[in-house]
């Protein structure tokens, strides 16, 4: 099976920092894009930013400048480095990855989610 498990959420104020961590494991041969998304009360689910396995990243215009993604390929993990959180980025945020797994097969995967409150 393919697991993947988030940590790092909590409570900030605004203006303050936090560091989202996601570690894939089990039965995987190889992840293809990574990502960060985001779920506020009554929303729908949405991209915050995506990491290709060259390194290539792309962010939704609101997070440009302020959230850095990146990904230890050897580890199977992706960072999210969230600076000068505002209240509107309040949500649960979920990690997602798009791998093969040993048996061959392809297919996108979601962690659990955590929690961010950004809130003074």
């Known amino acids: 099976q393919v697991q993947l498990v988030e940590s790092g959420g909590g409570l900030v104020q605004p203006g303050g920092s936090l560091r989202l961590s996601c570690v894939a494991f089990?039965?995987?041969?190889?992840?293809?894009?990574m990502g960060w998304y985001l779920q506020a009360p009554g929303k729908q689910r949405e991209l915050v930013a995506g990491i290709t396995d060259g390194g290539s990243t792309n962010y939704v215009d609101s997070v440009k400048s302020r959230f850095t993604i990146s990904r230890d390929n050897a580890k199977n993990m992706v960072y999210l480095q969230m600076n000068s959180l505002k209240s509107e980025d309040t949500a649960v945020y979920y990690c997602?990855?798009?791998?093969?797994?040993?048996?061959?097969?392809?297919?996108?995967?979601w962690g659990q989610g955590t929690q961010v409150t950004v809130s003074s």
């Open positions: 997602h990855a798009n791998l093969i797994t040993t048996w061959g097969t392809t297919g996108d995967y």
């Open positions: 089990g039965k995987i041969f190889s992840i293809n894009d």
